[in-house]
């Protein structure tokens, strides 16, 4: 493959540009790209383009009025790509943004705890991290549950579907169960790290089922408080009386201010790519592993996805899927053999970890692979499943 994934910025001059590129490169260098595989596009030189290739582009609005490379525009929304406004205030948005890009739902970019949200915009938008966005909230009722229930409401207006035990499971469900099934499609946890928070069995099973899966952790640790060293992959925000908005964080009414909120959300955005890379890099190599081992030759091409070639020329396809496989899941490997692999491809594989996910949802698995497996060739493959599978696949 020769494809770029490019990121282009056209519009006004802005303030937070290189800021933008820069973790932009940071996010794609965890993810595992060489900068190589990186195009950053603007007017001056846009000649480079590839309407073949990925691309996201971002549009900086101007308060004046005066609206620039709308030919640009045009361009990319003929090439059916996807563009993101950028406005300083969303109360001004019609004012700061042309009128092929007003029916656009913008980003209102008002200091730099935003730019990580945009830049996972960004990557969303790219193909390199997954659509959907899920977050996990561990904490200890009696110390926290205030400040979880305002971090759910905050996290679900960002955008991202949020876990919450008192929020998420409907009646009639098996609790437990459905708290592990959620966790493995979770793409961080937030642990509110309060002075009694491992006294309870549940949360000190959370933390461990979230190690075991590799799922990345952010840890907000209580004035005082330090971090918990028994969690693997994480970071830490520590936080002090100011960041409480009555200063009181040991009462019932405690909450945190605004400003806390917007640095929270602005470092899960900064720890998701990280995390979702190490769980893809874990599946990856367990599974590379698995194939060398049988003496065939591998691929991993820069998306990530695995390809092994067939003694008679056929190629079979392995995409690692971090969480629950669903339908779009199966949409997306079908698309990329379309575009990538034209003609040659016998079997495409959505590989995953299938533990702590219930019962039901293996069934549904097997369903879709029953449905898609016929005419588009496409099925799922567990990784505990794959050392004694793939011999029989080649």
């Given at each position: 493959?020769?494809?770029?994934?490019?990121?282009?910025?056209?519009?006004?001059?802005?303030?937070?540009?290189?800021?933008?590129?820069?973790?932009?490169?940071?996010?794609?260098?965890?993810?595992?790209?060489?900068?190589?595989?990186?195009?950053?596009?603007?007017?001056?030189?846009?000649?480079?383009?590839?309407?073949?290739?990925?691309?996201?582009?971002?549009?900086?609005?101007?308060?004046?009025?005066?609206?620039?490379?709308?030919?640009?525009?045009?361009?990319?929304?003929?090439?059916a790509k996807l563009i993101l406004?950028?406005?300083?205030?969303?109360?001004?948005?019609?004012?700061?943004?042309?009128?092929?890009?007003?029916?656009?739902?913008?980003?209102?970019?008002?200091?730099?705890?935003?730019?990580?949200?945009?830049?996972?915009?960004?990557?969303?938008?790219?193909?390199?991290?997954?659509?959907?966005?899920?977050?996990?909230?561990?904490?200890?009722?009696?110390?926290?549950?205030?400040?979880?229930?305002?971090?759910?409401?905050?996290?679900?207006?960002?955008?991202?579907?949020?876990?919450?035990?008192?929020?998420?499971?409907?009646?009639?469900?098996?609790?437990?169960?459905?708290?592990?099934?959620?966790?493995?499609?979770?793409?961080?946890?937030?642990?509110?790290?309060?002075?009694?928070?491992?006294?309870?069995?549940?949360?000190?099973?959370?933390?461990?089922?979230?190690?075991?899966?590799?799922?990345?952790?952010?840890?907000?640790?209580?004035?005082?408080?330090?971090?918990?060293?028994?969690?693997?992959?994480?970071?830490?925000?520590?936080?002090?009386?100011?960041?409480?908005?009555?200063?009181?964080?040991?009462?019932?009414?405690?909450?945190?201010?605004?400003?806390?909120?917007?640095?929270?959300?602005?470092?899960?955005?900064?720890?998701?790519?990280?995390?979702?890379?190490?769980?893809?890099?874990?599946?990856?190599?367990?599974?590379?592993?698995?194939?060398?081992?049988?003496?065939?030759?591998?691929?991993?091409?820069?998306?990530?996805?695995?390809?092994?070639?067939?003694?008679?020329?056929?190629?079979?396809?392995?995409?690692?899927?971090?969480?629950?496989?669903?339908?779009?899941?199966?949409?997306?490997?079908?698309?990329?053999?379309?575009?990538?692999?034209?003609?040659?491809?016998?079997?495409?594989?959505?590989?995953?970890?299938?533990?702590?996910?219930?019962?039901?949802?293996?069934?549904?698995?097997?369903?879709?692979?029953?449905?898609?497996?016929?005419?588009?060739?496409?099925?799922t493959l567990r990784k505990s499943?794959?050392?004694?599978?793939?011999?029989?696949?080649?």
């Open positions: 493959m020769t494809n770029r994934y490019q990121l282009i910025t056209i519009g006004a001059p802005n303030s937070f540009r290189q800021e933008i590129l820069d973790t932009f490169y940071r996010h794609t260098g965890e993810l595992g790209l060489d900068p190589g595989r990186v195009a950053v596009i603007d007017a001056s030189n846009f000649g480079d383009y590839k309407a073949t290739s990925p691309a996201f582009a971002i549009y900086f609005g101007d308060a004046s009025g005066t609206f620039r490379d709308i030919d640009l525009i045009k361009q990319l929304q003929s090439d406004p950028v406005v300083n205030d969303l109360a001004t948005y019609a004012a700061q943004m042309p009128a092929e890009l007003r029916p656009i739902n913008g980003f209102a970019l008002s200091s730099s705890l935003k730019v990580e949200p945009l830049v996972g915009v960004a990557l969303e938008g790219l193909g390199l991290l997954r659509l959907t966005r899920r977050l996990f909230i561990s904490y200890k009722r009696d110390e926290s549950r205030p400040v979880a229930v305002q971090l759910f409401e905050e996290f679900e207006a960002a955008g991202f579907s949020v876990f919450l035990d008192t929020h998420s499971i409907r009646p009639a469900q098996p609790f437990q169960s459905e708290l592990w099934h959620q966790l493995v499609d979770t793409d961080v946890v937030v642990l509110l790290n309060t002075p009694k928070f491992l006294d309870s069995e549940w949360t000190t099973a959370e933390l461990a089922r979230a190690n075991s899966m590799a799922v990345g952790i952010v840890q907000l640790n209580w004035p005082g408080f330090n971090t918990r060293r028994d969690a693997e992959i994480s970071m830490e925000l520590q936080l002090e009386k100011a960041d409480f908005g009555n200063i009181m964080f040991e009462t019932p009414d405690v909450y945190l201010s605004s400003n806390t909120i917007a640095r929270i959300i602005s470092g899960v955005e900064s720890w998701r790519a990280r995390s979702l890379a190490a769980r893809q890099f874990n599946l990856v190599k367990e599974f590379v592993e698995i194939v060398r081992k049988a003496r065939f030759p591998v691929t991993i091409e820069p998306a990530k996805y695995m390809v092994v070639t067939k003694s008679n020329g056929e190629l079979l396809i392995f995409i690692p899927t971090i969480g629950l496989p669903q339908a779009f899941s199966y949409y997306q490997a079908d698309q990329l053999v379309q575009d990538v692999k034209k003609g040659r491809v016998a079997d495409v594989y959505l590989l995953y970890d299938h533990l702590n996910i219930r019962n039901e949802w293996l069934a549904h698995l097997a369903w879709l692979d029953k449905s898609f497996d016929v005419k588009l060739r496409l099925k499943d794959a050392e004694a599978v793939f011999p029989t696949l080649i």
